[in-house]
């Protein structure tokens, strides 16, 4: 067991070359705020001719008045199914595209501005591919960042990339921020857990995280108005949750460790190859 004092050795010294915290994020700023809001959750559901679930097929969401540049795109997962949550303050038309090969599907429903409107306005295009819907109206948090780097420079166009809790290593939405550097998503506040947003830009970047913790959205009887004698509707209210970036790495921790663990990994078995290889016989040396 020669060669243990080598692992060893590669070992401390790859530990003192991982960063014991996270680096600098290159200059950028993430600003963050969360508000009550009642969004709208679409849950699709896709199968193919045969009946077999439609697996791994492009999803992608064009916001009203956008027909060219998508809002977020993602895809089913193994049963075929996805769950979309569009911003409900933007009004008009929705338009949902699934596809799979030369097969398509297309959905679209409106927004009316204080309005969700579930019953009417619904249309559904699809050539060969079987898709089934569902809406809901449920108490969520519409999330709302600012990206900037430290010169005071929005990140204009800056690429967002959002993680839920229960899931680290596949993207659950992307997008762009716009002019301003702003973006705004919903979360759906039942999904418990610790909400990884990134956002880059010219090899630039920092991530936000941010805890959702059980009954953070409320639904609080507000006052009918004087002259309905209706019951009172129900008016999401939500503790106020604000934060900064703080100078994180532009890797989550998941993906630290993954890389950590790759490269202990890859040089212990550098030193086993070059430890178990013999060294070559001595030569005799015969007297003459």
């Known amino acids: 067991m020669k060669h243990i004092p080598l692992i060893l050795m590669l070992v401390v010294l790859c530990g003192a070359a991982l960063p014991a915290t996270p680096a600098a994020a290159h200059g950028v700023i993430i600003e963050y705020k969360l508000a009550p809001i009642m969004a709208l ?3 699709l559901d896709a199968t193919q001719t045969s009946g077999a679930a439609l697996s791994g097929a492009e ?26 949550m ?3 303050q933007q009004t008009g038309i929705w338009i949902v595209q699934i596809a799979h090969d030369k097969q398509t599907a297309l959905l679209r429903f409106p927004i009316q501005e204080g309005d969700i409107d ?45 993680y839920t809790p229960d899931n680290a290593k596949t993207p659950w939405l992307t997008g762009l921020c716009d002019a301003e550097g702003r973006y705004a998503f919903i979360v759906d506040t039942t999904n418990l857990g610790t909400w990884e947003i990134q ?34 509707e129900k008016t999401p209210i939500i503790t106020d949750v604000s934060g900064t970036s703080g100078g994180s790495s532009d890797f989550s921790p998941s993906q630290i460790v993954i890389m950590a663990v790759s490269v202990i990994w890859g040089l212990i078995g550098t030193a086993l190859y070059f430890s178990s290889r013999k060294k070559p016989a001595a030569r005799d040396h015969d007297e003459v």
């Open 41 to 43: 959750k679409i849950d």
């Open 199 to 232: 956002v880059r830009q010219a090899g630039h970047g920092d991530w936000v995280r941010i805890p959702v913790e059980a009954d953070m959205v409320q639904l609080a009887d507000s006052p009918a108005d004087a002259d309905s004698a209706g019951e009172a």
């Open 59 to 84: 999803v992608t969401v064009f916001a009203p008045g956008e027909s060219s540049i998508p809002w977020t795109t993602t895809e089913t997962d193994k049963a075929g199914h996805v769950a979309l």
């Open 86 to 88: 569009p911003d409900v």
């Open 118 to 162: 579930l019953t009417k306005g619904i249309e559904l295009e699809t050539d060969s591919l079987t898709v089934t819907y569902h809406l809901t109206q449920i108490p969520a948090a519409l999330v709302t960042i600012t990206a900037a780097f430290d010169s005071g420079e929005a990140m204009s166009e800056g690429q967002v990339t959002v």
